[in-house]
């Protein structure tokens, strides 16, 4: 099995989780009852057991995130804050287009969708009081379930209002995904927020993301280069519904196509800071329709912290474990299966190993 793949992104999160003080009283209980001396007792080596759990939980529980979000999910074994943690997505925005102006969707003359036309201007709710301005765009009931955001004509849009919202503070990283549909080959903007991200398709069918980076988390004003990544082309047909999704998480940019990863490139620098709308269209072009839009924000969850006198056996400070949005091992960031080592006082060692199809031993 090889060893974990190291990174050297900084990250912060409070300590706390699992004590060793409960499962002391735990197993002495346990000792109580099984009739096992105190001396014995003493012999048992507490943080072994509670290490090895410890990690555990947090690798199955990040496995289970991934399958039920389809998204990548990172864990982070911190060895100087001897800390275990994943880095969840927590959604920040969703818009379904089922309604207008906050009644039920309308039914007038048809449209060039094929659905019924509405009038252009208003707006569409979303989740977390986050409307949708629509910008020359429509709101039918022509979605992939119920209605859509239909932009057929010139830089017909939606834009949405987030500047000054904390949680759109993409300082660690974000994802954005939804399902389109062009009617002809395109060459649109999908998603864009200023100089901080924008998702494209190109009239060869391929999806491209781009993502401004910051030159540290205290100057994230200053730029210091785009991340880009590109899907192979024909991921998106005209007339069909395709799902497309891009997480950047601070270890990878993920392109994803229908819950495939399509592109893919590492990279650990902060988002760069911009105060601008979001946006869904493009302003010049046109795109088609978009429907179950969602915007995510990547946080470092608590996670566990090691008991004393155990600590990860590998060099760098920091390594990384990422799980597919099927719960696999990401086979664009782990070449198979891996194992995590961790030390214990005395010089005793065991690993934790993690198959290719995300099975924790």
């Known amino acids: 099995m090889t060893l974990l793949r190291a990174r050297s992104a900084r990250r912060r999160a409070p300590r706390g989780g699992f004590t060793l003080l409960e499962l002391m009283v735990v197993l002495a209980i346990l000792a109580i009852l099984m009739g096992i001396g105190v001396g014995q007792l003493q012999k048992l080596n507490f943080a072994r057991y509670a290490a090895v759990g410890q990690v555990k939980t947090v690798l199955r529980n990040a496995r289970e995130s991934a399958i039920a979000s389809g998204l990548p999910v990172t864990v982070v074994c911190d060895k100087t804050e001897s800390r275990v943690y994943d880095l969840a997505v927590r959604p920040v925005g969703q818009w379904q287009f089922e309604s207008l102006d906050g ?160 592109g893919f490139r590492e990279a650990s620098q902060p988002v760069l800071a911009d105060p601008g709308a979001f946006e869904m269209g493009d302003r010049n072009g046109i795109l088609g329709l978009l429907d179950g839009v969602k915007v995510g924000l990547i946080v470092s969850r608590e996670g566990q912290v090691l008991p004393r006198d155990v600590t990860f056996g590998f060099a760098p400070p920091r390594a990384f474990v990422r799980f597919d949005g099927e719960g696999r091992l990401d086979p664009a960031f782990h070449g198979g299966s891996l194992s995590i080592p961790l030390a214990f006082e005395g010089g005793t060692k065991r690993e934790i190993s993690v198959g290719p199809y995300g099975t924790v031993r």
């Open 103 to 262: 009644a039920a969707v309308p039914t007038p003359a048809p449209s060039a969708a094929g659905g019924k036309k509405l009038p252009a201007g208003g707006s569409s709710p979303g989740a977390f009081g986050l409307d949708a301005r629509l910008l020359g765009a429509t709101v039918e009931p022509v979605g992939r379930l119920g209605g859509a955001l239909v932009c057929l004509t010139q830089g017909a849009r939606a834009e949405v209002s987030v500047a000054g919202l904390s949680p759109w503070d993409f300082v660690d990283g974000f994802s954005v995904e939804c399902d389109l549909k062009v009617e002809k080959d395109a060459s649109a903007v999908i998603f864009r927020r200023g100089k901080q991200f924008k998702m494209s398709v190109a009239p060869d069918g391929s999806v491209e993301m781009q993502v401004g980076l910051a030159e540290s988390e205290k100057e994230r004003g200053k730029g210091m280069g785009t991340l880009i990544v590109t899907t192979p082309p024909s991921v998106v047909l005209p007339g069909r519904w395709t799902r497309v999704a891009a997480v950047y998480d601070r270890c990878a940019l993920t392109l994803l196509v229908d819950g495939v990863p399509r």
